[in-house]
C-alpha cells in the first residue's frame, strides 16, 4: 500500500499545492478587512507573531502525521492511536460540509468575472445586483455546478498530474495578479465629498502604521482572538487537508523548509491583498467603506469601485475576479482531495469513484444552499448573535466549532497521547534541524490548546 501511494513529484509542488489550499477567500475577503479593523500594523505584527508559533505548530504536525501514517485523515487519526480515530471521522466530515457551500460561492465569484467579461460591469455593480443575482431560481446553482465540476476534474486527474500541475501555474500567477493590483492601488487619487484628493498612499498608512489609539486592553484581546480565528482558517488546519497532502510528500524532502514556505506566501497573499484591497476602499469609499468584509466587500464594494476607476476598472476587474478564482479554486480542490483520499483508503474506493461520489454528495447539498437564498429562505439566530441562512449555518458549524474541536484532539493526541516526538522525529528523519522544538513541544501540549478552547468558548457565544 505504502509503496502504491501517488506523490507531488516535488517539494516545491508540495508548496505550492498547500498555499494554493492556505490562499483561499479568508486571505482576501477577510484578512484586510480585520486588519483596517483591529489597528492596522497591530493586527499585522500580532498574526505574525501567531503564524510563527501557533500557526507553524498546527501546521507541522498536521503534515508530519500525513507523511508518517501515508494515510488520509479519517484512517490516519486511527493508526496513530486506536482511541482517536473520532478526529479523523470528524476531520473527513468538516470538508464534506464546506465544499458545497465554497463551490456555491465560487460559482458566485465566476458569475462576477463573466459578468466583467461581457461588458456588463456596470450592471453588476449597480445596487441590488448581488441579492437577485443569488436569490434568482436557477443562475446560482448553474454556476456552483460548473466551480464543482471544474474541481472534481482536477482532483479526478490525481495528485501529480491534476493538483500538482493546477497549483504550479495558478499560484505564480496569482501572486503576479495580487502584487500587480496592489502596485495600481497604491497609485490611485480620487476627491471625497468635500473635494478633498485622498490617495492610495493614506489608505497604506491606515493598513501598515501600528495604531493603539484608543484601544483597551480588552481591545487587544480582541486584535489576538481575530488573528487567531483568521489564521486557523487561513491555514487550512483542522479539516484534514494538511494530513491529506502530507501523505503524498515524499520521504526524502525536507518539511520543515516546506513549512516555512507554506507559511510565507500565505501571509505574503494576505499582506498584498491589504495593499490591494485597503486603499482601493479608502479612496474611493472613505474610512465607512471599510466596514465591509465577505461577500459584502467583494461582490458589492468592490464591483462599485471598480466602476469608479473609469475606463481600466474593467480591466482590474477582470483580473480581480479572476484571481479570485485561482484562490478559490485551489482552495476547492484541496477540500475534495481530502475527502475524495479518506474514501479511497477507507473504503478500498478507486480515484474515479471516490471522486463521482462526493461529487453527487456535493452537489445536492450544493442546490440546497443555493434554495437557502430562495424557496428555503429563512432566518436562523446564531449563538454569537448572527442570524444565518443554510450557507451561514453551515460556515458556522464547520469553522468554528467542529475544527477547534479537531486541532484540541489532534493536541491532546500529539501533546499527551504519543508525546511530540512522534511529530519531532518524522521531521528531523532526513537529517534536517527542528528549529523551534521547545518552542513547538509547549505549544502543542499546552498553549494551542487552551488558546483553541478560547475560540470554541467564543464560538458558542459564552466569552
Ligand atoms: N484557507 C482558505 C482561505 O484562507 C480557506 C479554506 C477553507 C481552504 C476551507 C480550504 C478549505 O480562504
Known amino acids: 500500500m505504502e509503496n502504491k501511494r501517488t506523490s507531488f513529484t516535488s517539494s516545491l509542488g508540495f508548496v505550492l499545492a498547500a498555499a494554493g489550499s492556505a490562499v483561499g477567500l479568508g486571505n482576501i475577503w477577510r484578512f484586510p478587512y480585520l486588519a ?3 489597528g492596522g500594523g497591530l493586527f499585522l505584527v500580532v498574526y505574525l507573531i501567531l503564524v510563527l508559533t501557533f500557526g507553524f505548530t498546527l501546521l507541522t504536525t498536521e503534515v508530519a502525521i500525513g507523511r508518517k501514517t501515508k494515510q488520509s485523515p479519517l484512517t490516519a487519526y486511527k493508526l496513530i492511536h486506536p482511541k482517536f480515530g473520532w478526529i479523523g471521522a470528524l476531520a473527513c466530515m468538516v470538508p464534506m460540509i464546506i465544499i458545497p457551500y465554497y463551490c456555491v460561492i465560487g460559482g458566485w465569484v465566476l458569475k462576477y468575472f463573466v459578468a466583467f467579461l461581457t461588458g456588463a460591469g456596470e450592471a453588476a455593480a449597480a445596487d441590488g445586483y448581488f441579492t437577485s443575482f443569488i436569490t434568482s431560481d436557477h443562475e446560482p446553482i448553474i454556476y456552483m455546478a460548473i466551480f464543482l465540476l471544474a474541481t472534481a476534474f482536477i482532483i479526478y486527474l490525481g495528485v501529480d498530474k491534476g493538483i500538482e500541475m493546477v497549483s504550479k501555474i495558478l499560484m505564480p500567477v496569482l501572486i503576479i495578479f495580487v502584487v500587480g493590483i496592489a502596485i495600481f492601488s497604491l497609485t490611485i487619487k480620487h476627491p471625497d465629498e468635500a473635494g478633498n484628493i485622498r490617495t492610495g498612499f493614506e489608505g497604506l498608512k491606515i493598513y501598515i502604521i501600528p495604531s493603539l489609539e484608543g484601544k483597551s486592553f480588552k481591545d487587544v484581546i480582541v486584535v489576538i482572538m481575530d488573528a487567531m480565528g483568521q489564521l486557523f482558517y487561513s491555514l487550512s488546519i483542522a479539516m484534514g487537508i494538511m494530513v491529506a497532502y502530507g501523505s503524498y510528500v515524499r520521504d526524502e524532502d525536507n518539511l520543515m523548509k516546506s513549512i516555512n514556505q507554506i507559511e510565507i506566501f500565505d501571509t505574503l497573499v494576505a499582506f498584498f491583498a491589504g495593499v490591494m484591497i485597503i486603499p482601493a476602499v479608502y479612496v474611493f469609499m472613505g474610512r465607512e467603506g471599510m466596514s465591509a468584509s465577505g461577500p459584502g466587500l467583494m461582490f458589492i464594494s468592490m464591483p462599485k469601485i471598480f466602476m469608479e476607476m473609469g475606463r481600466v476598472g474593467t480591466a482590474v476587474g477582470l483580473i480581480f475576479f479572476l484571481m479570485v478564482i485561482f484562490a478559490a479554486l485551489t482552495s476547492c480542490i484541496s477540500i475534495l482531495e481530502a475527502i475524495v483520499s479518506s474514501f479511497m483508503d477507507r473504503f478500498g474506493m478507486s480515484r474515479d469513484k471516490a471522486t ?18 430562495n424557496k428555503l429562505y429563512f432566518e436562523a439566530p446564531l449563538p454569537n448573535g448572527a442570524t444565518a441562512q443554510i450557507l451561514d449555518i453551515m460556515d458556522y458549524l464547520s469553522n468554528n466549532i467542529m475544527m477547534p474541536v479537531v486541532a484540541i484532539g489532534t493536541c491532546i493526541l500529539i501533546g499527551w497521547a504519543v508525546k511530540p516526538d512522534y511529530v519531532i522525529d518524522e521531521v528531523v528523519k532526513t537529517g534536517t534541524k527542528f528549529g523551534r522544538k521547545n518552542l513547538y513541544k509547549v505549544m502543542i501540549r ?5 488558546l483553541l478552547m478560547v475560540l470554541l468558548l467564543q464560538a458558542f457565544g459564552i466569552i
Not at 461520489?357 to 434554495?371: D, F, H, R, Y
Not at 499546552?446 to 487552551?450: E, K, L, S
Open 36 to 38: 483596517a479593523k483591529d
Open 356 to 373: 463521482v461520489t462526493e461529487t453527487l454528495i456535493a452537489l445536492a447539498m450544493g442546490v440546497l444552499v443555493c434554495l437557502g437564498y
Open 446 to 450: 499546552f498553549i494551542a490548546p487552551v
